[in-house]
């Protein structure tokens, strides 16, 4: 038996912001989370949503110091002003990052004490949520992390070297915004990054043991439209109609996390990207994703998913595992990271058995989804095997 839960109201489509003003806001006052980046006030976005709230009488407070991997620290300083400010919901603005930490900055302005209190991984303490966060609106510019369609939010604690999600179902966004035309302004690197991890959401969650018919069903549509229309993003940003369909696809990631659960490919990457905080989780996944896939290929576990997922990559005439891994690696080198390094990020060799065991050891959950379960022998080769 599974439980498919899905509380948010989705609005999806080109020119989506423009018509905010239409949909009835959770509250009077928002804090507005964006990352201390500048596209989003260069292209206009924000002073549009400023627009848009203001034409439903809405007032908000800017907070735009969420870095790519977010914060514990950054997250408890959100916290504080939306409480200062006196508002009453939180909207998370751009991509994952910021969506992400509008979740966990909506749990802790209403609750007490430090956000790790309620994080039950690693040294969390594990505590209860008291009381329900503030109401949570989701607007995504980018397509990655499917952060619109779930429950939780990726954090870094910078003092203990950990990242863990931290969420609840009452952390699901009341409403979400995805807007295909806030996605044609991506750089060509990010929007690979991007896709990728889209893709990866649905590859784990695809091969996953706690995969079901529903998130099936999710993961392979997405797939087939990561197969047709990520390298034309990456090639022409202004292509809408390939920006339109990897929203759908990245949308189509969160649910796949929502209604199955992922493998240990993101513990593995997490740790690496809890090291090196500057590490976009994307370029993490990408580095080790041959060697991760190509593990359980070898092993011949989930041969037939493997096959589909090299047909819905756009290999239709696929019939062994192997062709995912060749298909996969097509894909990497037509969006231009197939040569990504380990050591471009700042990573060092020695430090390889350190993520090996801290994967293992503190990321263990996911494991127990894979085909088969992985050793920290097997991560420790799975790392040296992706190194350069």
């Known amino acids: 038996m599974y439980q498919i839960y899905f509380p948010t109201d989705l609005y999806f489509g080109a020119g989506a912001l423009k018509e905010l003003h239409k949909i009835k806001m959770p509250g009077k006052k928002a804090l507005v989370v964006t990352t201390s980046g500048k596209s989003i006030k260069r292209f206009g976005y924000l002073a549009e949503l400023e627009k848009q709230l203001k034409e439903q009488n809405v007032e908000f407070s800017l907070f735009d110091k969420i870095l790519p991997n977010p914060t514990k620290d950054s997250i408890m300083e959100a916290a504080s002003q939306a409480k200062a400010e006196d508002c009453d919901f939180v909207i998370g603005f751009g991509g994952g990052s910021p969506m992400d930490s509008a979740k966990v900055i909506a749990l802790m302005a209403t609750n007490p004490g430090d956000l790790w209190d309620y994080c039950v991984r690693g040294t969390g303490k594990g505590q209860p949520i008291q009381n329900p966060p503030l109401p949570i609106v989701c607007i995504s510019t980018t397509a990655g992390t499917g952060s619109e369609a779930d429950c939780s939010g990726m954090v870094n604690n910078t003092d203990t070297n950990e990242k863990f999600g931290i969420g609840d179902v009452s952390m699901f966004p009341t409403i979400s915004v995805v807007d295909p035309e806030l996605m044609v302004s991506v750089p060509p690197v990010q929007t690979a990054y991007q896709g990728l991890d889209a893709f990866f959401h649905c590859a784990e969650g695809y091969i996953s043991k706690k995969a079901n018919l529903f998130n099936e069903m999710f993961a392979i549509t997405a797939i087939e439209n990561v197969g047709k229309y990520l390298v034309k993003a990456y090639r022409d940003g202004s292509n809408l109609e390939a920006r339109e369909h990897m929203a759908f696809a990245n949308t189509l990631g969160g ?55 090299a047909r819905a990559l756009g290999n239709p005439t696929a019939d062994k595992p192997e062709d995912f891994l060749v298909v996969l690696d097509k894909l990497l080198d037509d969006c231009g990271v197939g040569q990504l390094k380990m050591s471009d990020f700042g990573i060092t060799k020695e430090e390889l058995p350190v993520f090996a065991h801290e994967a293992k050891k503190v990321f263990e959950q996911l494991f127990y989804n894979d085909p088969s379960l992985l050793s920290e022998e097997d991560c420790l080769k799975i790392y040296e095997e992706s190194y350069q």
């Open 255 to 309: 649910l796949v996390m929502t209604t199955g659960k992922l493998t240990s490919q993101h513990s593995l990457e997490h740790v690496m990207s809890a090291f090196h905080p500057d590490l976009p989780h994307g370029a993490g996944l990408i580095l080790i994703c041959r060697a991760y896939f190509g593990h359980f290929v070898r092993k011949g576990d989930e041969s037939q998913k493997f096959i589909n997922m």
